[in-house]
C-alpha cells in the first residue's frame, strides 16, 4: 500500500541547535502512530517542519505522494494547545468553523451547511452543548476536544496531533483515544507526538521513537523495547551540534 | 575641538555620565526581556514633571524630577494593575498606560503654557530634550546621579548578574528577588527621569535599548555586554549632544538617538561575535570546507521496521 | 456644516477608524507595533513631504504606508537576526523617528511641518484646509481622506472578516490551512500606517496610539464577541474624540491630549465596571462563587 507519509533525509534547526537530523520514514495508511522522545528531540519541530510551519535546512517529504501544498486538504494538523489565546472574543462553535476556512474560500461567509459540519464535529466529541460557550470558559480538557473537533471538521485523510492528551481530565482523555481510535477504524492514519510512556502500548500500535534522528520505528509489539526506550531517552546525551551560516 | 565653552564642556561630561549610566541599565533591562518598558516609563513621566513646575510655580528640577518619578512608578503600577486583574495583555496594557499618561501630560503642559509664566516652565524641552536649556545645577544632578548607579551596578556585579541568568538558584541562595526587582525599578525609573531632560521622554528609550543591544553583537560576556553598552551609550550621549549644540534650537534627543543608531548599525555589520561581516566570512570557510570534503551519502538505511 | 461640526466629524472619524483597526491590533498583540508604526510615519511624511513640497493627503498617505511596511520589514529582519522583538521595535522606531525630526529640525523650518504640529496634530486648523469634492462640495481635506480611509480599512476588515479573525486566534492552524498568513500580516501593517497618518492632521503622532488601542481594550471588556467588540471598539473611539473635546474646550487645553487621556477614563471605567469582565463584577462573582455550598 502507498506509504501516506514519507520523510526523507530530514533536517532541521531551532535558533542555534538542530533539532532534525537526518531523519527518514515512512508512515503506512490505517496507522495510529505515537512520536516519542525527550523534551527538545525535535516531536514538535518535525511536524511544524513537514507541515512547512518551520524552516527546512534539507530533505524531501511526501504527503500521499505529493508535495504538501497539493495535499493540504488531506492532512489536519492539531497544534499545541499552549500556543493560542484562549481570551479571543470567540466561542467553541465558531473556532471548529475555522477549520473550514480553507475550504470556503476568500470574500465567502460560513454558510448553514458549514455550520452543521461544525455541529456535527463539536457532537463527535461530546462537545455539542458548548457550542456557544466562550471558549475562556471551558476546562483544559474541553478545550482540546474543541481543538480536536476542529480538526475532525475537516475530513481529512491524515492527522497530525501534537501532545493532544497533555493535562486534560481522564474523561477527555479516554473520550480523545475513542475519536483516534474511530478514526483509524475508518482508513485514516493518525500521528500523535506523545508525552506518557506509560500509555504508548495501551494506545498505539505503531511507535516512532526520536532523538533528533529516527531511533526507532515500527509496530509498537516489535519496536517499543527497554533498549529502544533506552537509546531514546537516556544513556548517551547528544551534543548540541550548532547551526552556522 | 576650538573655543568650547566652560558650560559646553560641562554639557558634554554630564551626557556622557548619563549615557554611560543608560548604557549600563539598558543591559539590565534588555535581559527582563523590558525594553518598551522603559519607553512606556518615559512617557509616563511627563504628567509628573508638569505637575511638579506647577505646584511651585517655577522651575525646580528636583521636585520636577520627583514628580517625574512618581508619575512613572504611578505608570508602573498601573500596567502591573492592569495586567493582574483583568484579561488585557501587557504589550495592550503598556501602551495604554504610554499613550493615556502621556495624553495627560501634554494636557497639563499646554494648560501650564497658558498661563502667566509658564512660558519660563521650560517644560518643552522635555519632549524632545535640550541639552542647552539645562544649567550647571541641572549638569550636576545629572553627573551626581548618574555616578551613583555606576557605582550601584559595580559594587553589585555579581549579584545582578546572578538575578538576571538565574533567578531561582539567586532565590536558592537567599536572595531577595524582590529586593532585586525594586533595585531594578529604582534605578530604571533615575536615570530615565535624569535623563529626560536631555533626551526627552519620546526618545529617552533609545538610548537604554541601542546601546546595549549594538554590546551584543561584539560579545557574549556579560561584564563585557555592560562595559561596551556603557561605552556606546556615552559615545552617542556625546557626540549627539555635540552636534545638537552646534545649532541654536535643535533638539538634543533625536542627535543622540541617531549617534546610537550609527554605532548599532557599525556594531551590525563588524561586530566580533555576530556581525554581518564576520558571518559572511564564516559562511564562506565553510562552503570552501564543503568543497573540500566529499558528502558522505549513507543508503537510505533499513533504520525502521516496516509492517 | 459649522466650524464645530467639523471637527466633531473629524474626531468622530478618527475614532471609528482607529477603532476598528484597533480592535484587530490588541487581539494581534501588536500594540507595540502599532505604537512604533505611529512614530515612524512621521519620516514618511517628511519624506514625502520634501519630495512633493506640498502637504497633499495622497503623498502623505503613501508615504505613511511606506514608512509603516518599511518599520515591519526592519523589526522583523533584526528579530530575525536574534535581536529580541521589543528591542528590535524600539531600535527601529526610535531611529526612524529621531531621523524625521532632524529632518524637520534642520531643513523644513515651514510652519505646516513644525514638530509640534507633528506631534500634536491641530484639529482646529482642520477645518480651513478645504477641497472640492464632487457632490459634497467644499469639505475640509482631512475629512475627506479619513472618509477613504474608514472606506478602505472598514471594507478590508468586512471582507476579509474570517481570515482576519483565524490569523488573529491561531496563525498557525491558518497557515497549516493555506492562509497567507504573512501577507495579510503587511497589510494589516499598511492598514495600520495609513489609519494612523489620516488621524494625523488631527490628533498628532503620539495621540494616535491612544485611539488605536485604548477604546479596543475597553471595548475588550465589555463583549466576547468579535463581531460585537469591532463596532464597540469604533463606538467608544467616537465617545471618547467627543469627551475630549469638550474637556479642551472647558480647560483650554491640546485637544489630542484630552482626547487621549479621555480614552483612557472610558477604559479605566469599563476596567472597573464592566458588567462582563471588569473588577467589581469579578470580585462580586468571585464573592458569590465562595459563598455558594458547592464550592
Known amino acids: 500500500m502507498e ?95 475555522m477549520g473550514l476556512y480553507g475550504r470556503i474560500g476568500w470574500l465567502k461567509r460560513p454558510g448553514r451547511r458549514h455550520r452543521e459540519l461544525a455541529l456535527e464535529a463539536l457532537g463527535k466529541m461530546g462537545m455539542e452543548g458548548f457550542a456557544k460557550r466562550q ?72 511507535v516512532l521513537m526520536l532523538n533528533r534522528t529516527v531511533i526507532a520505528h515500527g509496530p509498537t509489539a516489535s519496536v517499543f523495547t527497554p533498549e529502544n526506550a533506552a537509546r531514546t531517552y537516556g544513556g548517551w546525551l547528544r551534543r548540541k551540534e550548532p547551526v552556522t551560516g | 575641538m576650538t573655543g568650547l565653552t566652560h558650560n559646553a564642556l560641562w554639557v558634554l561630561v ?48 528636583p521636585v520636577m524630577l520627583l514628580g517625574a518619578a512618581a508619575s512613572a512608578l504611578l505608570g508602573a503600577w498601573a500596567v502591573t494593575a492592569i495586567r493582574a486583574h483583568s484579561r488585557v495583555k501587557e504589550d495592550t496594557a503598556m501602551g495604554i498606560m504610554l499613550s493615556v499618561f502621556f495624553g495627560l501630560g501634554i494636557m497639563l503642559l499646554t494648560m501650564v503654557n497658558r498661563m502667566p509664566g509658564g512660558g519660563q516652565s521650560g517644560l518643552d524641552s522635555f519632549i524632545f530634550g535640550q541639552a542647552a536649556a539645562m544649567v ?55 536615570v530615565i527621569v535624569v535623563g529626560i531632560q536631555a533626551v526627552g521622554v519620546i526618545l529617552m528609550a533609545a538610548l537604554l535599548i541601542i546601546p546595549a543591544v549594538s554590546a551584543r553583537y561584539w560579545t557574549n560576556a556579560f561584564g563585557r555586554m555592560l562595559a561596551l553598552s556603557a561605552l556606546f551609550g556615552g559615545g552617542a550621549g556625546v557626540i549627539g549632544a555635540f552636534v545638537s549644540t552646534l545649532e541654536g534650537g535643535w533638539p538634543t534627543g ?51 521496521a516496516l509492517p | 456644516m459649522s466650524y464645530d461640526g467639523w471637527i466633531l466629524l473629524t474626531a468622530s472619524l478618527v475614532g471609528l477608524a482607529c477603532g476598528l483597526v484597533g480592535a484587530l491590533l490588541i487581539l494581534r498583540r501588536m500594540a507595540m507595533m502599532a505604537d512604533a508604526i505611529s512614530h515612524s510615519v512621521l519620516l514618511g511624511i517628511v519624506i514625502a513631504y520634501l519630495a512633493t513640497r506640498e502637504l497633499a493627503g495622497a503623498h502623505m498617505l503613501i508615504g505613511a504606508a511606506a514608512a509603516g511596511l518599511l518599520t515591519a520589514v526592519l523589526v522583523q529582519w533584526l528579530h530575525a537576526r ?21 529632518l524637520i529640525a534642520t531643513q523644513v523650518g515651514n510652519a505646516h511641518l513644525d514638530v509640534q504640529h507633528a506631534l500634536m496634530g491641530e484639529i482646529t486648523f482642520i477645518p480651513w484646509e478645504t477641497t472640492r469634492v464632487p457632490w459634497l462640495g467644499e469639505i ?78 475597553a471595548a475588550y471588556l465589555w463583549t466576547d464577541r468579535l463581531s460585537v467588540m469591532l463596532p464597540l471598539s469604533g463606538l467608544f473611539g467616537v465617545l471618547s474624540a467627543f469627551a475630549g473635546y469638550g474637556a479642551a474646550w472647558l480647560l483650554d487645553t491640546s485637544i489630542s491630549g484630552s482626547m487621549a487621556f479621555a480614552t483612557g477614563v472610558l477604559f479605566l471605567f469599563s476596567f472597573l465596571f464592566s458588567s462582563r469582565h471588569g473588577l467589581a463584577a469579578r470580585r462580586l462573582r468571585a464573592r458569590a462563587a465562595a459563598g455558594s455550598p458547592e464550592s
Open chain 1, 135 to 206: 471558549i475562556s470558559e471551558l476546562s483544559g480538557g474541553q478545550q482540546q476536544r474543541v481543538f480536536l473537533a476542529r480538526a475532525l471538521v475537516q475530513d481529512a485523510d491524515l492527522y497530525l496531533l501534537d501532545e493532544p492528551l497533555a493535562g486534560v481530565d481522564a474523561a477527555t482523555e479516554w473520550a480523545i483515544m475513542e475519536m483516534l481510535k474511530t478514526l483509524r477504524a475508518a482508513g485514516k492514519t493518525v500521528m500523535v507526538v506523545h508525552h506518557d510512556l506509560q500509555t504508548v502500548e495501551d494506545y498505539f500500535d505503531h
Open chain 3, 140 to 217: 475640509p481635506e482631512a475629512v475627506l481622506t479619513l472618509l477613504i480611509v474608514l472606506l478602505v480599512v472598514g471594507g478590508l476588515i468586512a471582507a476579509f472578516y474570517k481570515e482576519w479573525k483565524i490569523t488573529s486566534f491561531d496563525p498557525a492552524l491558518a497557515a497549516a490551512l493555506g492562509i497567507p498568513v504573512a501577507f495579510l500580516h503587511y497589510l494589516f501593517m499598511t492598514m495600520i500606517s495609513v489609519t494612523a497618518v489620516a488621524a494625523f492632521d488631527a490628533v498628532g503622532a503620539i495621540m494616535v496610539i491612544a485611539m488605536l488601542i485604548t477604546p479596543a481594550a
Open chain 2, 14 to 61: 554630564s551626557m556622557l555620565m548619563l549615557g554611560t549610566a543608560a548604557g549600563l541599565v539598558g543591559c539590565f533591562a534588555y535581559w527582563k526581556r523590558q525594553s518598551l518598558m522603559s519607553d512606556a516609563l518615559a512617557h509616563a513621566a511627563l504628567p509628573g514633571v508638569v505637575i511638579g513646575f506647577a505646584i511651585l510655580g517655577f522651575k525646580s528640577l
Open chain 3, 82 to 102: 536574534g535581536v529580541q522583538q521589543e528591542a528590535s521595535i524600539g531600535i527601529v522606531f526610535t531611529t526612524l523617528f529621531a531621523i524625521g525630526v532632524v
Open chain 2, 136 to 190: 550647571r545645577q541641572d549638569m550636576r544632578t545629572m553627573a551626581a546621579v548618574a555616578a551613583a548607579v555606576l557605582l550601584v551596578v559595580l559594587v553589585s556585579f555579581k549579584e545582578w548578574k546572578l538575578y538576571l541568568f538565574d533567578p531561582a538558584f539567586a532565590r536558592g541562595l537567599g536572595m531577595s528577588g524582590r529586593l532585586m526587582e525594586a533595585a531594578y525599578l529604582t534605578l530604571l525609573v533615575v
Open chain 2, 254 to 304: 533625536p542627535f543622540i538617538v541617531i549617534a546610537a543608531a550609527g554605532i548599532f548599525l557599525l556594531s551590525l555589520v563588524f561586530g566580533a561575535r555576530k556581525g554581518l561581516l564576520v558571518k559572511a566570512m564564516q559562511r564562506r570557510e565553510q562552503m570552501r570546507q564543503l568543497e573540500l570534503r566529499a558528502v558522505r551519502k549513507e543508503p537510505l538505511a533499513e533504520r525502521e
Open chain 1, 3 to 97: 506509504p501516506v507519509l514519507q520523510v526523507r533525509g530530514l533536517h532541521a534547526a531551532y535558533r542555534k541547535n538542530k533539532v532534525l537530523d537526518d531523519v527518514t520514514f515512512e508512515v503506512a495508511p490505517g496507522t495510529l502512530t505515537a512520536i516519542i522522545g525527550p523534551n527538545g528531540a525535535g516531536k514538535s519541530t518535525l511536524l511544524k517542519t513537514m507541515l512547512e510551519l518551520h524552516p527546512r535546512l534539507a530533505g524531501e517529504v511526501r504527503f500521499f505522494g505529493t508535495a504538501y501544498r497539493n495535499a493540504k486538504l488531506k492532512v489536519g494538523y492539531v497544534p499545541q494547545r499552549g500556543t493560542v489565546d484562549w481570551d479571543f472574543p470567540t466561542d467553541a462553535l465558531d473556532v471548529v468553523l
